[in-house]
């Protein structure tokens, strides 16, 4: 289930997930942290906050996606 909450302009997403999808999405985020840090690369406090709102459920893939890519004025 998504809900779309208005903060004054800014909407924000949350979304209901289940144990097994909360278990999958930190998965996921580990390896690509692993990932990245095999290559010398260290993610941001800013980047690990939203990637911890995913693994949560408190936003989607795609909020993700535009506040990573928003973050380094690419969007």
């Keep these: ?8 302009g800014a909407v924000t997403t949350t979304t209901s997930i289940s144990a097994a999808e909360r278990r999958w999405r930190d998965r996921v985020v580990s390896q690509a942290a692993h990932s990245s840090a095999m290559e010398g690369l260290a ?33």
């Design 43 to 75: 993610s941001s406090p800013e980047y690990r906050a939203d990637s911890a709102a995913y693994v949560d459920g408190t936003i989607d893939i795609d909020e993700l996606g535009r506040r990573t890519l928003g973050r380094y004025g690419i969007v």
């Design 1 to 8: 289930m998504v809900n779309l909450i208005d903060r004054g």
